[in-house]
């Protein structure tokens, strides 16, 4: 009861219905309807009506159904005026709300209790709630027949309320009373509702029509996969998330996954989205031509599309923040009239024997007012959510649109934009991962655009009606410090950006570093790469001290610019405003804090729209810039235009070559040339019909400069195996991707002809899928790139390739690939995961890979483009017989073959012979030996064949099948072992299953306070007790500041009331020593703020700096078999995203966390000060709190997880499409990909999806949590105030605190469950520092070995066996060997034999844990690892580039001067090649070295070999991707420059090793065969002989 009234005491013994106190409450003499208690009365009867006649509808009929009903069954269909309907019923319980109010307010007057002014209204709520409740039952049943109750009901309380309005009218009781404009919003609501009803009846025709509407669910809920339903449920549901309680809480006992999540709705769905984008590009491409440069087009596009709900999240948000400010009003108002005594109103009227108050006494009640602040803030916490879900919803719908937008577009990029470096993977990546988010977050924050600007307006408005001019001073003072912390966040996001960009420079460091590892230790680089990455790494904390420098500063400006502002305007307000009017009050005082707290977080929030609206620009800016780049030609024939004469674009190595090549030609070649394909036409001559691919007069280039090839005049004949040879750089694989038409085409048609038909086509019609496609049009080709593409999925999904499995044709082809003994040795078979590029695996085997998908797609026409290069003679002369000429030709598939397996030729039906990026010749190699004698005669040299090629054959057909059932049978014998093992582990384990779920699950509820732990371990001994100890001190003064602001003017008023003030006396009040006290808090509490804020984040920093250094450090340490059995990708992990998340999320989490926290506590333990009662109600909300918490945590962790774990995919499947483009455009897959590519991005929606619905069901409520302490909290000071005489400054205080609580309680939340997230972070990076590090340090120290060891290059080798982990079998087996200095030893053997293991064990690559390695008299075992392998020279099959110059590449330590370098590059036959290049020595190389061939790449690992010139040099297989004319010349170099040295070769072409003086052969991890080459080769039974043999 408020202060101003006085009225009548009420006997609490005299209750009725009418009251007692008035005789003519019961008299009916002027008729019934003209007494008020008997029109209240007659308001009980439609409510009772719809009581009695639905609750056995509710309770006996859907009660016994709802247990039976799925929940995708039970909803969904919404009958015409839904969401109307629910609007007014909540409408309808507010107005019934103050009319209980109201009643209950008026009956204070009266001397007994009158229950007829507010039972009737009590009924009424609960029939409202009964009719939405029998409304859902009904309609979740399709059952609208049974809505005849509710529209009886409606017709009956539209009657009643009407005729007591009209009798109100009739005696008087007018608008000025509360209790007619009440019964006037009642008449009008159950009217619309009357109105809806009918609506429903006209629209479905279930009554009074012949025939009714049949209406069925949406499709979405027939489909059982579909499990969010957000857009199906009623309004309530969706206002407060109700649908999620069960996902939330089985999250509790089951963890979430995709199943779990289901499928999305059709209208969120990516395909949905870009269709409708897509249809808003048509639409702007159909009012004029879309420029090629700017993004207004699109911005307009993106508005069309998806503009609609982004203006509904706006309304939603104008809403929202009108209640807001129903807060600080509310509390001036309670604070007000607790502290005015002398408050009067206009006293009530009496008619009808009732009273009859205005609406401004019923607003000066305080107990009033905190109703209704409880109820504006219930409406504004969720008006907000629903804001924030149609924002972000907008923004996901929009993101995954975009993305396929970008996908389609990839699909038809030109190569040349990859290949030459005009677009990178990585630069597509970032636009899907990015630019995307950028777009989505622009939407989600773009409601603030709007809102802010009227938020600010009637903020200041307000101020200046409670402190006046101060106000505007105050507001001044936030305006002018406003444009400092925008220049702060314009720094923050600068030092974000430079930040980005030593990171992306990092990881690309750090990304060549792990790929290449097993290169770096051999040559003891680690230290090289390593203080690179770091060097990096000072410059990435550099940009990290400024970002954490304005972090802090702008954590700083939002705690302390409040305090600035108050501080201002009270010291202005004090010294300004000596009128009564505009007197220092708690009124004033913390009606105006609220208000300020509501003013500055637009303001705050300003700088981060402002930067996401910039990022959006950028973003759009970039995206038109993609959208406009150079696409293929669709099967579309261009103009013929001559060839361009400019030259000064070239970028690619190849044209670089080649022009350097053609400048010198002489046209007497172009004669000879010309003259012979002259000749070839004449002599052989295909008919049209024969011919499968036609190129004439084909001039292609990458770029728009000189032509990488010219004058192309080819034919491909069907059925038949044509072969393309020429040395490195001739354009082989050029030709055959212009053949794809992924070259630009200058001039010169290119036809591909279908097959011709005939009787014998009817069995291959099986097997060529596409073989009548349209003429000159291609159709599906089964092309392998001369470096396996391999998909991220299991090896069976990558052979099959979409195509429809069978059983028979996967093990043939298994059979002819040799895929069988790799298989059986990977731990889930054919099942195992590979990688993008098959990491896990060895080149050869992913090569084997490729060329199974070839064979096992029904595509007419296969490219192999030099699938020999990774394998060994064995695999290629398998492939070459089983593969091409039998399996191939079985099928009269047309096969062309780029090769530099030139004993291969006979073989050919048609051969292409490339040079210098023209045709040299072509024909049979008949016709070649006749038209070019003197290039038939090198290739013969070349050969080095015999004329013995038939028998050959079948004794290396016998010989292989020998060998490989005998690894067959021992792989069966241990996978058999294998099998026992595992079962054996299956029984034991059976038994603990569901005690390891349930320890899962212990682990999924708790906080990983060990991760924490590590965390601050890290940050040291001297800034964590300054953190926590800075962190309590500014939050006490942060409540003392408060405090004395109560104390203040709680005082202010005191004085006011004992004086007892008239205009002649001074009544001042003195300020000035509170004044003084109050400026002293501030300062110090500012002061405190940057104190807190930069301990903070300097914490974070050292955190960042300290766990990368271990972590960097470790992993170059680590043994070879973490990268050996661990995906790059998980390595990389650790150093990108976990290594991004501790240095920049964690800091900022945790600061927000504790800042939370502390402001929670402190506002619970004010509130408690104030109210001590407050402590009671304080247990059950904090059970709530606990639990909701409890679930959150648990879910929000999962669905964190997954949407990171299907983003992940998601982006693989771009950049494996971006590096398997030409594959998957060759097979004509592009379909099946963007299906696949519409999966992940629903996949990573839905998990968005849930995630922002799991949020807003945990602000919704917390906040609503929130509102019941606040109206608790007013509910207490107010009983306080009145009956114990608690001053208003605490009440204002109190009440002040309960708002924060409001705002602060779900961030605790979320922040405890980023925190969860964040620290899983911290938990894998502490996991890989926990790894093992190689023993680098040895017997001898560096100073003990003597001067040039190695000098001579003796390896004796005694009673070696080696493994590569202790856990298992051992690689080599009781191995001895002496090679003397200088031998040239060549070591062979089948895959698997140990070869690879022999070379590095000499490095220490491996563990040797029995025999040893003396060189030159040292046991190797005995020295540093880095002195040891600093020794030697060692070339890998599979070549090695770093990014940066070619100098940097051959001789990263900087030893060798540029006349060592370049003798290097003249033995390795590249000193024409880098000569051409601009810079020479200082020419760029990308990364990866992909601006090389493979074969060049492979000749630059050699001259880094030759630079070293170590006494010990071992050669893996370094001459697989070089054509055999380059490898011979290479090989007499080679013994010509190591002629003094020992020189190891592993070689899988046996015939390199015969000019070798000493020959080993390996099996099973030991030496079958130790010898000379030629005491070997007369030993017509030795392996060695069958080798060479197997290899002519």
């Avoid at 009916?28 to 006649?53: I, Q």
């Avoid at 040891?1428 to 900087?1454: A, H």
């Amino acid at each position: 009861m408020m202060r101003g009234y006085r009225t009548t005491p009420v006997s609490n013994s005299t209750v009725s219905f009418c009251g007692t106190d008035n005789s003519s409450a019961y008299k009916v003499d002027n008729g019934l309807l003209n007494n008020g208690c008997f029109l209240d009365a007659l308001g009980l009867v439609p409510h009772v009506f719809l009581l009695f006649s639905t609750f056995p509808i509710l309770f006996i009929g859907w009660g016994s159904q709802s247990s039976k009903v799925h929940i995708h069954h039970s909803t969904w269909l919404h009958f015409p005026g839904h969401n109307f309907r629910w609007l007014l019923t909540i409408f309808l319980l507010f107005v019934l709300v103050c009319e209980i109010a109201e009643g209950i307010v008026s009956d204070g007057f009266n001397q007994s209790r009158h229950i007829h002014l507010y039972m009737p209204a009590g009924l009424g709520i609960l029939a409202a709630i009964t009719s939405i409740v029998y409304y859902h039952n009904i309609e979740t049943s399709n059952f609208p027949k049974l809505l005849i109750a509710l529209l009886i009901y409606w017709i009956l309380a539209f009657v009643t309320k009407t005729i007591k309005l009209v009798k109100y009218d009739e005696h008087g009781i007018g608008p000025r009373q509360l209790r007619f404009c009440i019964t006037g919003l009642l008449a009008l609501i159950y009217g619309l509702l009357l109105g809806v009803e009918i609506n429903v009846i006209l629209r479905r025709r279930y009554m009074w029509f012949p025939q009714s509407t049949e209406v069925k669910p949406p499709d979405d809920l027939q489909d059982l996969g579909v499990r969010f339903l957000q857009p199906f449920v009623n309004l309530l549901s969706k206002s407060t998330y109700w649908w999620m309680n069960t996902f939330i809480t089985s999250a509790h006992q089951r963890p979430i996954d995709l199943k779990t999540i289901g499928k999305l709705p059709i209208s969120t769905r990516a395909l949905t989205n870009y269709q409708r984008l897509r249809k808003a590009f048509d639409t702007q491409r159909e009012k004029g031509p879309v420029p090629l440069k700017g993004s207004r087009w699109i911005w307009r596009a993106l508005r069309q599309a998806f503009g609609g709900p982004l203006m509904l999240s706006i309304t939603f948000r104008f809403v929202a923040d009108l209640l807001g400010f129903a807060g600080p009003l509310c509390i001036s108002g309670i604070v007000y009239h607790i502290s005015s005594d002398n408050h009067t109103v206009l006293p009530p009227i009496k008619l009808l024997g009732m009273h009859f108050i205005s609406s401004e006494a019923f607003l000066a009640n305080a107990y009033v007012l905190a109703v209704l602040l409880f109820l504006a803030l219930l409406l504004q916490r969720t008006f907000l959510q629903a804001s924030y879900y149609v924002a972000i919803e907008t923004g996901i719908k929009l993101r995954g649109a975009v993305q396929t937008k970008i996908y389609n577009k990839i699909m038809r990029l030109c190569t040349s934009n990859m290949s030459m470096g005009d677009m990178t993977t990585a630069q597509i990546c970032s636009l899907v991962a990015r630019d995307t988010n950028h777009l989505m977050w622009f939407f989600f924050l773009c409601p603030n655009l709007w809102a802010m600007p009227v938020q600010i307006v009637i903020g200041v408005i307000l101020l200046y009606y409670l402190l006046g001019v101060s106000a505007l001073i105050g507001a001044a003072v936030i305006a002018v410090l406003a444009p400092l912390q925008y220049f702060v966040a314009t720094r923050l996001s600068r030092a974000q950006k430079s930040t980005l960009e030593h990171t992306s420079e990092r990881l690309k460091k750090t990304n060549e570093l792990l790929r290449g590892i097993k290169l770096l230790k051999l040559y003891a680089w680690e230290h090289i790469f390593r203080s690179s990455v770091e060097d990096i790494r000072e410059k990435e904390l550099t940009n990290l001290r400024a970002f954490a420098l304005y972090t802090s500063l702008s954590i700083f400006m939002n705690a302390a610019i409040p305090i600035a502002a108050v501080l201002t305007i009270f010291v202005v307000h004090v010294n300004v405003h000596s009128a009564t009017d505009f007197d220092l009050s708690p009124a004033v005082a913390f009606g105006s804090l609220s208000l300020f707290h509501i003013l500055v977080t637009p303001l705050f929030l300003l700088s981060s729209v402002l930067h996401s609206t910039v990022k959006a620009l950028v973003s759009v800016q970039k995206l038109g810039e993609f959208l406009g780049s150079a696409e293929i030609e669709i099967d579309h024939e261009p103009p013929v235009q001559p060839p361009p004469k400019n030259n000064s674009s070239i970028k690619s190595v190849y044209a670089l070559q080649l022009q350097a090549k053609l400048v010198n030609r002489k046209n007497k070649a172009k004669q000879d040339v010309n003259r012979n394909f002259q000749q070839e036409d004449q002599e052989l001559s295909f008919r049209e019909e024969e011919i499968c691919i036609k190129i004439v007069n084909g001039y292609f280039s990458w770029t728009q400069g000189c032509p990488t090839l010219t004058n192309i005049n080819i034919k491909v004949p069907f059925g038949q195996l044509t072969m393309i040879v020429g040395q490195v750089g001739s354009g082989k694989s050029s030709l055959l991707l212009a053949a794809l038409g992924e070259m630009k085409k200058i001039s010169g048609s290119i036809t591909w002809n279908s097959l011709p038909k005939s009787d014998s086509d009817d069995d291959l019609s099986i097997h060529c899928m596409n073989a009548r496609q349209p003429p000159g049009k291609r159709g599906p080709v089964g092309y392998i790139s001369q470096r396996p593409w391999l998909l991220n999925g299991t090896i069976e999904e990558n052979i099959l390739f979409d195509m429809t499995p069978s059983e028979k044709r996967y093990k043939e082809v298994i059979e002819v690939c040799q895929l069988q003994p790799d298989i059986d040795t990977l731990p889930q078979g054919d099942q195992t995961v590979i990688g993008e590029r098959g990491i896990i695996l060895s080149g050869g085997c992913g090569q084997r890979i490729s060329i199974a998908r070839a064979l096992y797609q029904h595509t007419n026409v296969v490219f192999l483009d030099d699938p020999f290069s990774a394998l060994d003679i064995h695999l290629s002369d398998h492939l070459m017989h089983e593969g091409i000429l039998k399996f191939l030709k079985k099928e009269k598939r047309t096969v062309v073959l780029v090769t530099h397996k030139l004993q291969y030729l006979p073989n050919a039906d048609w051969i292409i012979a490339m040079r210098d990026g023209t045709v040299q010749t072509q024909g049979s190699l008949k016709d070649i030996q006749l038209a070019e004698p003197e290039l038939f005669e090198q290739w013969i040299t070349l050969m080095n064949r015999q004329n013995k090629e038939n028998s050959t054959e079948l004794r290396r057909k016998s010989f292989r099948r020998a060998t490989y059932s005998t690894d067959t049978l021992a792989t069966e014998d241990e996978d058999e072992a294998a099998d026992v093992t595992v079962s054996e582990a299956k029984d034991s384990s059976i038994g603990t299953d569901e005690d390891s779920l349930r320890a899962e699950l212990r682990h999924r509820t708790t906080i990983p306070w060990s991760s924490f732990a590590t965390y601050l371990r890290a940050a040291g001994l001297l800034l964590l007790p300054m953190l926590v100890l800075s962190q309590l001190t500014k939050h006490s003064l942060m409540v003392a500041i408060d405090f004395w602001i109560a104390q203040w003017t709680s005082h202010v008023i005191a004085a006011s009331t004992e004086r007892n003030c008239t205009i002649t006396q001074d009544c001042e009040f003195s300020h000035s020593s509170y004044l003084q006290v109050f400026c002293v808090l501030c300062v110090l509490g500012i002061v405190l703020c940057l104190v807190t804020s930069l301990a903070m984040e300097w914490t974070g920093l050292r955190v960042a700096r300290e766990l990368h250094c271990i972590l960097l450090r470790t992993t170059v340490l680590a043994p070879m078999r973490l990268f050996e059995t661990t995906p790059l990708g998980n390595i990389l992990n650790r150093f990108s995203t976990d290594t991004n998340t501790i240095d920049q999320h964690i800091p900022v989490t945790m600061e927000c966390l504790s800042r939370s926290l502390l402001l929670c506590v402190s506002a619970v333990g004010v509130i408690s000060y104030v109210t001590p009662v407050f402590l009671i109600a304080l247990l059950p909300l904090a059970i709530a709190c606990y639990f909701i918490q409890k679930y959150f945590r648990v879910a929000s962790r999962d669905l964190q997880q997954l949407e990171d774990s299907t983003e992940l995919p998601l982006l693989s499947h771009y950049s494996q499409t971006i590096q398997g483009l030409t594959t998957i455009r060759a097979f004509r897959h592009e379909q099946k990909f963007k299906k696949k590519l519409l999966e992940h991005t629903d996949a990573n929606n839905i998990s968005s999806l849930f995630l922002s619905a799991a949020n807003c069901w945990l602000e919704v409520r917390m906040e609503y949590i929130g509102a019941f302490v606040v109206l608790i909290a007013a509910v207490a000071s107010i009983s306080n105030a009145l009956y114990r005489q608690l001053s208003a400054g605490l009440v204002g205080l109190g009440l002040t605190y309960a708002l924060m609580v409001s705002n602060f309680l779900n961030w605790i939340v979320r922040n405890l469950a980023d925190m969860e997230v964040q620290l899983g972070c911290v938990k894998r990076v502490n996991s890989l520092i926990n790894t093992q590090p190689e023993t680098y340090d040895g017997l001898m120290t560096p100073a003990q070995i003597p001067a040039g060891w190695p000098k001579y290059g003796e390896i004796q080798i005694k009673n070696l066996s080696v493994r590569y982990d202790s856990s298992l079998k051992p690689v080599l087996r009781h191995v001895n060997a002496h090679i003397k200095p200088g031998q040239k030893v060549g070591i062979c053997g089948r895959t698997g034999s140990g070869k690879s293991s022999f070379s590095l064990a000499l490095f220490r690559l491996v563990d040797t844990f029995e025999g040893q390695i003396i060189i030159d008299g040292i046991d190797i075992a005995k020295l540093p690892l880095h002195s040891l392998r600093s020794k030697f020279s060692i070339i890998l099959q599979d070549p090695v580039l770093f990014s940066g110059t070619i100098r940097f590449n051959l001789d990263p330590e900087r030893k060798a001067t540029d006349k060592m370098l370049w003798e290097a590059l003249e033995i390795a036959q590249l000193m024409p090649v880098v000569k051409a290049l601009p810079g020479g020595l200082d020419a760029m190389v990308t990364e990866g070295g992909e601006n090389f061939s493979q074969g060049q790449r492979q000749l630059f690992c050699l001259a880094r070999a030759f630079v070293r010139k170590s006494s010990i040099l071992i050669m893996d297989e370094a001459t697989a991707s070089i054509d055999m004319a380059t490898e011979s010349i290479l090989q007499k170099v080679v013994m010509t420059a190591f002629a003094d040295r020992t020189v190891v070769t592993i070689a899988h072409r046996v015939h390199t090793i015969l000019g070798s003086d000493v020959v080993i052969v390996m099996k099973h991890g030991a030496i079958l065969e130790y010898d000379e080459p030629d005491v070997l080769l007369d030993q017509k039974d030795s392996v060695f002989s069958a080798f060479v043999r197997a290899d002519k």
